[in-house]
């Protein structure tokens, strides 16, 4: 059983533009819920996470909108840059272990 | 602050063969880490998780014999892939946790395993 789906699984997108991946989970038990950027041949870095007892976070240009109701989440990139082209994936579990999405590969157009 | 660090980058090893892998958390004591494999172009999948001092929780599916996992230290875990076969070959990637409430799991590099 696939614990989170991701979605889209390729996004391409403007500069400036806004890049949108949404997660979806099953877990009720589910407390932590991070993003991860990875580029070719390396591992994935940490971007940003976020816990159910708050509906967002910001940091600089990414955005977690979390929707507890809905067991969903998304990743919202303002102002996207070529630079950030890269595979993102998110994670949804707790401190012991978490299962991470399938990936989706964005490609900023300059 | 939060690196991981992960020896070697790449190897190479002969079919019927052990490798090791090295993972270390340089500016923190990790006392969980987590190893990962991934395909080319697929998402992670965890293998075990590596406790110090204890022994490492494996995933359903696999083989605690093959995939050697030794948590020694607070900065070192080893995952040792035992008479290596060719699909073996994969991208294996630790994980460490920083300690304290505001845990976080930080990434090492990844390490390139291609049997021959």
């Known amino acids: 059983q696939q614990q989170v789906k991701q979605s889209p699984q390729s996004l391409i997108v403007q500069k400036g533009g806004i890049s949108i991946i949404n997660c979806a989970y099953e877990?009720?038990?589910?407390?932590?819920f991070p993003w991860y950027q990875q580029f070719p041949g390396k591992g994935p870095a940490l971007l940003i996470a976020i816990r159910p007892d708050v509906s967002e976070k910001k940091e600089g240009r990414f955005t977690i909108s979390f929707n507890k109701s809905a067991k969903q989440f998304s990743l919202h990139i303002m102002d996207s840059q070529p630079g950030d082209s890269a595979t993102y994936f998110c994670?949804?579990?707790?401190?012991?272990?978490?299962?991470f999405g399938s990936g989706t590969k964005l490609n900023v157009k300059p | 602050g939060a690196v991981v660090s992960q020896h070697p980058s790449w190897v190479i090893c002969k079919s019927g063969t052990s490798v090791k892998i090295e993972c270390r958390s340089l500016d923190f004591q990790a006392t969980t880490m987590f190893w990962y494999r991934q395909f080319p172009k697929q998402s992670l999948m965890l293998m075990a998780t590596s406790n110090e001092g204890s022994k490492a929780t494996y995933e359903q599916g696999v083989e605690k014999d093959k995939f050697l996992i030794n948590h020694a230290s607070l900065t070192l875990s080893t995952l040792t892939v035992t008479s290596a076969h060719p699909e073996d070959s994969s991208f294996y990637i630790c994980s460490a946790k920083t300690p304290g409430l505001a845990s976080e799991q930080y990434f090492g590099p990844g390490t390139r395993l291609t049997v021959t």
């Open positions: 877990n009720t038990a589910f407390d932590y």
């Open positions: 994670a949804a579990g707790n401190f012991n272990k978490f299962y």
